[in-house]
C-alpha cells in the first residue's frame, strides 16, 4: 500500500524541495510529482504541509500522531 497518494498535482514542484530524503521525483513526461521511494518516507508531513493545492494525502495506516514536546 502506498504511503502517499497525489492527486490534483499542478507540477509546481514545491513537494519536492520540502522532501529531506528526497522520496519525491519530478516526472518529465507527467509534469507531475511521483513517489519514487516510498520505503525512504519518513512519513515527515512537510510535502503535504506544504503543497499549495492540498494534492497529496498520508494514508491513515501509514500516518503518525503529531508528537507534542510539551505536557
Same mark, same amino acid.
Given at each position: 500500500?502506498?504511503?502517499? =497518494?497525489? !492527486?490534483? /498535482?499542478?507540477?509546481?514542484?514545491?513537494? $519536492? !524541495?520540502?522532501? *529531506?530524503?528526497?522520496?519525491? =521525483?519530478?516526472?518529465?513526461? !507527467?509534469?507531475?510529482?511521483?513517489?519514487?521511494?516510498?520505503?525512504? /518516507? =519518513? $512519513? /515527515?508531513?512537510?510535502?503535504?504541509?506544504? /503543497? *499549495?493545492?492540498?494534492?497529496? &494525502? $498520508? &494514508? *491513515?495506516?501509514?500516518? $503518525?500522531?503529531?508528537?507534542? !514536546?510539551?505536557?
Amino acid at each position: 500500500m502506498p504511503i502517499h =497518494q497525489i !492527486s490534483g /498535482c499542478i507540477g509546481c514542484k514545491t513537494c $519536492i !524541495s520540502a522532501c *529531506p530524503t528526497d522520496v519525491i =521525483q519530478f516526472d518529465k513526461e !507527467s509534469k507531475k510529482a511521483v513517489i519514487a521511494y516510498p520505503e525512504d /518516507c =519518513q $512519513i /515527515c508531513h512537510l510535502c503535504r504541509l506544504y /503543497c *499549495p493545492v492540498d494534492a497529496i &494525502t $498520508i &494514508t *491513515p495506516e501509514k500516518s $503518525i500522531p503529531v508528537m507534542v !514536546s510539551w505536557r
